[in-house]
Antibody, heavy 120, light 105 residues
Framework: EVQLVQSGAEVKKPGESLKISCRGSGYSFTSFWIGWVRQMPGKGLEWMGIIHPSDSDTRYSPSFQGQVTISADKSISTAYLQWNSLQASDSAMYYC?????????????WGQGTLVTVSS | EIVLTQSPGTLSLSPGERATLSCRASQSVNSGYLAWYQQKPGQAPRLLMYGASSRATGIPDRFSGSGSGTDFTLTISRLEPEDFAVYYCQQYGTSFGGGTKVEIK
């Protein structure tokens, strides 16, 4: 069974750093791209970027380029989303999801989401 | 960047009725590279349709997708209680539409 399991909820202060994770199982982790999607409270879905775990080839949405870092460790089948300096506006639910085919494909399996709260 | 506009914002229908959701792109979407997702409160989105008209694994056949170019449609032939949710379209590997909420009338 394909599963993406994300790390738990985080509460951080503005200016702090954060790295959340997404571990894949039940399939060949290095054969599929992993994407990240943001959902701010009460709002819609926003595509952030995507990574291929085999070689860490990464693509970012222009809206998120330079704001976050996407990485992966294929040895432990885990993808990451990282911030160097959080802002209150980063408070949101973050989902990882597996891409059905290429970097530009539908997202067929989703993690359960990681809620990030940034507040002083 | 292609902008996807979904309409209506909210659709109020009764169980058993037909739902028709629209997704319009600001530019042509290549080769039907369009997906639809369903999201229920407190849950992650779920892939319903890909390639504009192919159902994802396990999706019942009351869901169907159509369209090409700039105009796409998701149709739910007869609404079941579990179908009341928010639906998003997405151009592959990029932006999502703003969503359509299907609520019980």
């Amino acid at each position: 069974e394909v599963q993406l399991v994300q790390s738990g909820a985080e509460v951080k202060k503005p200016g702090e750093s954060l790295k959340i994770s997404c571990r894949g199982s039940g399939y060949s982790f290095t054969s599929f791209w992993i994407g990240w999607v943001r959902q701010m409270p009460g709002k819609g879905l926003e595509w952030m970027g995507i990574i291929h775990p085999s070689d860490s080839d990464t693509r970012y949405s222009p809206s998120f380029q330079g704001q976050v870092t996407i990485s992966a460790d294929k040895s432990i089948s885990t993808a990451y989303l990282q911030w160097n300096s959080l802002q209150a506006s980063d408070s949101a639910m973050y989902y990882c999801a597996r891409s059905l085919g290429t970097s530009s494909s539908a997202l067929d399996y989703w993690g359960q989401g990681t809620l990030v709260t940034v507040s002083s | 960047e292609i902008v996807l506009t979904q309409s209506p914002g909210t659709l109020s229908l009764s169980p058993g009725e037909r739902a028709t959701l629209s997704c319009r792109a600001s530019q042509s979407v290549n080769s039907g590279y369009l997906a639809w997702y369903q999201q229920k409160p407190g849950q992650a989105p779920r892939l319903l349709m890909y390639g504009a008209s192919s159902r994802a694994t396990g999706i019942p056949d009351r869901f169907s997708g159509s369209g090409s170019g700039t105009d796409f449609t998701l149709t739910i032939s007869r609404l079941e209680p579990e179908d009341f949710a928010v639906y998003y379209c997405q151009q592959y590997g990029t932006s999502f539409g703003g969503g359509t909420k299907v609520e019980i009338k």
